[in-house]
């Protein structure tokens, strides 16, 4: 018996020696059962066991299948849908820039920049 380094270790060990006298238990009283004849309860599967037997990765059914072919059909169409939206969002986003910069470029005889058209811009970056 190793000490245990921390609690979560110290805990390990106390449920994993309950479990293995509990199981030693039981199979103590089944054994007495036999010997005096008795009728022996059948035992329970274990619920946890890595048993491949019960259920092997080869052994899905064709709803499963079904059922994951349509979620990964549905991933598809939503991600096909998320890259459309964001194209239209950067055509929307690109043709504002461009009426923007055509008014903010123009310029007066002089060559001096037009202040309204820079104004307008900013209210419509605040609104």
């Given at each position: 018996n190793r000490r245990p380094?921390?609690?979560?270790?110290?805990?390990?060990?106390?449920?994993?020696?309950?479990?293995?006298?509990?199981?030693?238990l039981k199979k103590q009283y089944f054994k007495l059962l036999e010997k005096e004849g008795l009728k022996v309860p059948e035992r329970k599967k274990d619920v946890f066991s890595n048993n491949k037997s019960l259920n092997s990765g080869?052994?899905?059914?064709k709803g499963?299948?079904?059922?994951?072919?349509?979620?990964?059909?549905?991933?598809?169409?939503?991600?096909?849908?998320?890259?459309?939206e964001k194209q239209h969002q950067r055509k929307a986003r690109a043709e504002t820039r461009r009426k923007n910069k055509k008014a903010v470029g123009k310029k007066t005889s002089r060559g001096q920049?037009?202040?309204?058209?820079?104004?307008?811009?900013?209210?419509?970056?605040?609104?």
């Open positions: 380094h921390n609690r979560y270790e110290a805990k390990r060990q106390q449920i994993q020696s309950s479990l293995t006298t509990k199981a030693r080869k052994e899905k059914t499963t299948k079904n059922m994951q072919q349509e979620k990964q059909r549905e991933k598809l169409e939503q991600q096909q849908q998320q890259q459309k920049p037009l202040m309204a058209p820079r104004i307008s811009c900013l209210l419509e970056k605040i609104e």
